[in-house]
């Protein structure tokens, strides 16, 4: 069984939303020791970091998304969310689910915390 596994990528135009799910195999990635992101990449490109969450400090995001995206968690279900509103097609990426052991929200926004665990990721298109 997959540790990440994200769903919920798909085709929009723009101004749309998706919400992306990853469900989260192991509980230990909801406590205090591990942030839980979403990070996203496009062919060519590297891997950015768009949104983070953990117990400590909150939630973080990147410019490009603050206002438009929402990172969220239920524990219940084992399952971390991003909503994504107003969707642009600069957006378009596959998003990937990751968690990282002893690191800050802001530390893995800027792509600098060792990734324990990555999703196989999700597709997000975009169209004008």
């Known amino acids: 069984q997959a540790q990440l596994e994200e769903s919920g990528g798909g085709s929009v135009q723009a101004g749309g939303s998706l919400r992306l799910s990853c469900v989260v195999s192991?509980?230990?990635?909801?406590?205090?020791?591990?942030?839980l992101g979403w990070f996203r990449q496009g062919t060519g490109s590297e891997r950015e970091g768009v949104a983070t969450?953990?117990?400590?400090?909150?939630?973080a995001y990147a410019d490009s998304v603050k206002g438009r995206f929402t990172i969220s968690k239920d524990i219940a279900k084992n399952t971390l969310f991003l909503q994504m509103n107003d969707l642009k097609p600069e957006d378009t990426d596959v998003y990937y689910c990751?968690?990282?052991?002893?690191?800050?929200?802001?530390?893995?926004?800027?792509?600098?915390?060792?990734?324990?665990?990555w999703g196989k990721g999700t597709l997000v298109t975009v169209s004008s």
């Open positions: 990751a968690a990282a052991r002893l690191c800050g929200i802001r530390t893995m926004i800027g792509n600098y915390c060792d990734i324990d665990v």
């Open positions: 192991r509980s230990e990635f909801f406590d205090s020791t591990y942030v």
């Open positions: 969450i953990d117990v400590i400090e909150g939630t």
